[in-house]
T-cell receptor
Framework: DVKVTQSSRYLVKRTGEKVFLECVQD?????MFWYRQDPGLGLRLIYF???????EKGDIPEGYSVSREKKERFSLILESASTNQTSMYLC??????????????FGPGTRLTVL | KQEVTQIPAALSVPEGENLVLNCSFT??????LQWFRQDPGKGLTSLLL?????REQTSGRLNASLDKSSGRSTLYIAASQPGDSATYLC?????????????FGPGTSLSVIP
């Protein structure tokens, strides 16, 4: 079974702190994604990566950066956390080889609260 | 603009009823459509994936259909159980995107009452 793990289930940080969210997948997937999910707004793509050291902006990249130094690990970085970044953060991965059958596998999510 | 919508936003049914969840999308040029389940505070679990060349997929009590020309998909749940209570999201992978982008609908929150 594909497994996508996230470093924390719950996280509380203060405004201005630098925050790291880590995601690891164990299926040698090419693509990895970071989403945030908010009530009434659904899932929105922040960043995705299609290879080591490669990244692309999603729909809402402002205030975030990412790092993919190894194929299995994709990190989301909040350079200076703000209260409007309080949200549920979901990581996903996919093979990225055949878009007809490709599916994204999700981690359990990190509930981040910024005070 | 490529969009995915879901109706209704919330649904409450008594245990044992059959039910249908709806998903609509604005562009018929798609690779596939997928239905996910999300339990409160958890990640998404894939239920069914329908390729653009397929009309339906079945898994146990779940049946998903796809009508590309009308931009619609339905998820049929037979003999609902309290354990089916969750939010159901549909997600569409459109052809005309510059990268591997999946657009999610807002979800339907389902409550099955014992």
């Amino acid at each position: 079974d594909v497994k996508v793990t996230q470093s924390s289930r719950y996280l509380v940080k203060r405004t201005g702190e630098k925050v790291f969210l880590e995601c690891v997948q164990d299926m040698d997937h090419e693509n990895m994604f970071w989403y945030r999910q908010d009530p009434g707004l659904g899932l929105r793509l922040i960043y995705f990566s299609y290879d080591v050291k490669m990244k692309e902006k999603g729909d809402i990249p402002e205030g975030y950066s990412v790092s993919r130094e190894k194929k299995e690990r994709f990190s989301l970085i909040l350079e200076s956390a703000s209260t409007n970044q309080t949200s549920m953060y979901l990581c996903a991965s996919s093979y990225g080889r055949d878009y007809r059958t490709d599916t994204q596998y999700f981690g359990p999510g990190t509930r981040l609260t910024v005070l | 603009k490529q969009e995915v919508t879901q109706i209704p936003a919330a649904l409450s049914v008594p245990e044992g009823e059959n039910l249908v969840l709806n998903c609509s999308f604005t562009d018929s040029a798609i690779y596939n459509l997928q239905w996910f389940r999300q339990d409160p505070g958890k990640g998404l679990t894939s239920l069914l994936l329908i390729q653009s060349s397929q009309r339906e997929q079945t898994s146990g009590r779940l049946n998903a259909s796809l009508d590309k020309s009308s931009g619609r998909s339905t998820l049929y749940i037979a003999a609902s159980q309290p354990g089916d209570s969750a939010t159901y999201l549909c997600a569409v992978r459109f052809l005309k995107t510059s990268y591997d982008k999946v657009i999610f609908g807002p979800g339907t929150s389902l409550s099955v009452i014992p």
